[in-house]
């Protein structure tokens, strides 16, 4: 049993306060809180999924435009992303268009990404009046860009098991060890990963 | 050690800064009743110290300069006086072991409660540092002296001193629709949502949640049996209202920095530490890290100060931890960026329980920023064991993030701060974020590039 957990990583990324904590929080510990505090960095969590005999290692990170430049850094080796916006703010989505953008380039062939479209219970909430971007359009989007597209809320628990379950069965399967670290190697191509591949090569 | 189930089954229960302590384990709660008989130890010598102070005419605003000043290096002549002016005699020189203390104070209540406990002397390897004011600080300033010491610390070495009246002109000159501004409302909820003084408590909703369940509590019968440190007010809005007015002004009189996230954890926890009612001196102290201690830049638009820091401490913990480093290395987590972002970013204060950064922020105002590298190499090795037992990198980070965040036993954080880690002269600092200034700079260049000219 212990021997067939792969460990994979998982990354979350989209604007300051779409919710990507809380998604994170929904999925591992089965809860919601009203305010949530806000990411320095990244907060780094896992969960075992059994059943798919896998371990998530999840990186939540800050939104805060100024935190981009740490983003490299917690996306580097990813086998899956969560790109989250916030259904009543469209400044969020278009941040979210220019993380997947920022994604793509990155040339991780592997990399499986889904669109989060979170606080869903508020466009659905009485009249709607709340929502601010159409799931037609967002769908239409992640179509366009073959991405997984769910809209969640971890307030109400929607879509939140779904979203990490689709991702985690659209990974590529367990490759060997010794082949895991040669991509984690490739994707960083700079020097200090050169390095890296020295080390490990070692042992 | 083992982490599963060890709770009390006590009530809500607070520290000394409102931070919820109810769900630690047994370890932790021991740690922390250790080291609150430590703390009690010294409080006759602080009540010493700070009647001196009081004494030599308040010495703090004599020295208070209104004007700029340089950050220059006479940081330490400020700190010679006002240690001869704690520290008075030559006898008050000499009594600098701790048991004597002990036996010299009134004897403090909460002392008997854990008789077993003898702090041990704590001296410099030359054994030099250990009568000055610096050692008494390192030590550890008693909670209820913070809200003098502290801000005395950075007025000492020049930290500007405003009044309320102009952070208030400040924070109104910004104008309504202020991208920082936002999200400083934004953060204000998202501050440290679960301490007593700052989380939201909904008056005028009544779906009775564990809120309300537990303000009942605290406040009938149950008044005696909590023990007795200071817990703030409950559900006041002062706190709230003195964080917005510090982050406000700040951003404000700093357009280039603006607001960035961490600032909201720093100016939270000096209010915690000062009170809201000195938001003035709270703020004194806050822009006096921002703009003296910490790297430069560390807030800026790209955080370039922080990244600087962060590969500093990446170079230091090769040097110092070779072992430890080659093992994160090869699961790939040897990037400071991954465990230690928030560690420069809030000075610790969201990382470590409160009481334990306190306890550092204590050393950083007497000592400089070079402490934070300290606290952070002491963290790597009080959690080097069980990093090296980590098989990848996931479980390499949690066993790190566990130290952290579980690190209740400051006495021992501190011994291993100053003593746990060798000597750290500040031209090795140095001359390790030089060299990153350089690296950082391209790298963030290079980014920058790939990403203005990938827009095919
Ligand atoms: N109604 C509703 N509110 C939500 C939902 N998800 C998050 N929130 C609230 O939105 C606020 C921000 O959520 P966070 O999870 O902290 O957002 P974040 O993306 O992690 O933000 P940063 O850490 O600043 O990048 C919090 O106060 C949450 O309570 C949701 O699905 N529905
Ligand atoms: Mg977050």
């Not at chain 1, 969560?82 to 278009?94: G, K, N, Q």
């Not at chain 2, 006898?91 to 010299?104: F, I, M, S, W």
């Not at chain 2, 953060?187 to 303000?215: C, K, M, Y």
């Not at chain 2, 690296?439 to 203005?452: E, G, M, P, T």
Request: with cysteine; glycine share 8%; aromatic share 6%.
């Amino acid at each position: 049993m212990e021997g067939t957990i792969v460990n994979k990583k998982l990354v979350l990324l989209g604007d300051m306060g779409a919710g990507k904590s809380s998604l994170v929080q929904r999925f591992v510990k089965g809860n919601f809180e009203d305010y949530q505090e806000s990411t320095i960095g990244a907060a780094f969590l896992t969960k075992t999924m059994p059943e798919l005999g896998l371990k998530l290692e999840i990186w939540d990170t800050a939104g805060q435009e100024r935190y981009h430049s740490l983003a490299p850094m917690y996306y580097r080796g990813a086998a899956a992303a969560v790109i989250v916006y916030d259904v009543t703010s469209p400044e969020s989505f278009a941040r979210a268009k220019s993380w997947v953008r920022e994604l793509m380039r990155q040339g991780n062939q592997d990399l499986v990404m889904a669109l989060a479209g979170n606080k869903a219970d508020l466009a659905a909430g009485g009249d709607g009046s709340e929502r601010k971007v159409s799931a037609e359009e967002s769908q239409a989007y992640a179509d366009e860009n073959g991405l997984l597209f769910l809209e969640t809320s971890a307030k109400t628990a929607q879509n939140v098991n779904e979203l990490f379950t689709a991702l985690a069965k659209k990974m590529p399967r367990a490759p060997p060890p010794q082949q895991q670290a040669a991509n984690t190697v490739q994707l960083g191509g700079n020097a200090s990963a050169q390095g890296r591949k020295r080390a490990s090569g070692c042992c | 050690m083992d982490l599963v189930s060890r709770f009390d089954n006590l009530e809500d229960q607070r520290d000394a800064y409102g931070f919820d302590v109810s769900q630690i384990g047994l370890d932790a709660r021991a740690c922390r009743r250790r080291c609150e008989s430590v703390d009690a130890n010294y409080r006759g010598r602080w009540e010493a110290a700070i009647a001196s102070i009081a004494r030599a005419g308040d010495a703090s605003p004599s020295i208070v300069t209104h004007g700029e000043r340089r950050p220059s290096g006479d940081r330490a002549r400020p700190m010679r006086r006002i240690s001869r002016m704690v520290m008075g005699t030559r006898n008050g020189g000499e009594d600098n072991q701790a048991p004597k203390t002990v036996n010299g104070a009134p004897a403090p209540e909460v002392s008997t409660a854990a008789p077993t406990v003898a702090p041990p002397p704590r001296v410099d390897k030359n054994g030099r540092a250990s009568g000055s004011f610096k050692a008494m600080i390192r030590r550890g300033v008693p909670a209820e002296h913070r809200p003098v010491i502290w801000p005395l610390l950075a007025r000492l070495q020049g930290a500007v001193a405003h009044d309320e009246e102009y952070l208030r002109s400040a924070s109104y000159s910004l104008p309504r629709d202020d991208a920082n501004a936002r999200q400083i409302e934004m953060d204000l909820a998202r501050t440290f949502p679960g301490n007593t003084a700052l989380r939201i408590v909904h008056s005028d909703i009544s779906h009775g949640d564990d809120d309300d369940d537990d303000d009942d509590a605290v406040s009938d019968g149950n008044g005696d049996m909590v023990p007795s440190v200071p817990t703030p007010a409950r559900g006041s809005t002062a706190h709230k209202n003195a964080l917005r007015l510090m982050l406000r002004a700040y951003s404000a009189t700093h357009p280039a920095t603006g607001y960035c996230q961490g600032m909201n954890y720093v100016a939270a926890f000096l209010l915690l530490v000062i009170g809201p009612e000195r938001v003035a001196d709270a703020y004194a102290v806050f822009a006096f890290l921002l703009d003296r201690v910490l790297y430069p830049r560390t807030y800026d638009a790209n955080l370039s100060g922080a990244h600087v820091s962060l590969m500093t401490l990446g170079a230091l913990l090769e040097k110092k931890f070779p072992r430890l480093h080659a093992h994160m290395s090869r699961h790939d987590c040897s990037d400071p960026s991954l465990f230690a972002t928030d560690w420069f970013l809030t000075l610790m204060c969201k990382s470590l329980p409160a009481e334990t950064a306190a306890r550092v922020w204590d050393t950083v105002l007497s000592e400089g920023s070079k402490v934070l590298y300290r606290a952070s190499l002491a963290l790597l090795k009080l959690a080097e064991d069980r990093m090296l037992r980590g098989d990848h990198a996931g479980s390499v980070l949690e066993a790190l993030n566990h130290e952290t965040r579980d690190c209740h036993d400051r006495e021992r954080l501190l011994t291993t701060m100053f003593h746990g880690i060798g000597s750290l002269p500040m031209r090795v600092v140095m001359r390790a974020q030089v060299k990153s200034v350089s690296v950082v700079n391209n790298q963030l260049a290079d980014r920058f590039n790939r990403r203005s000219t990938s827009r095919k």
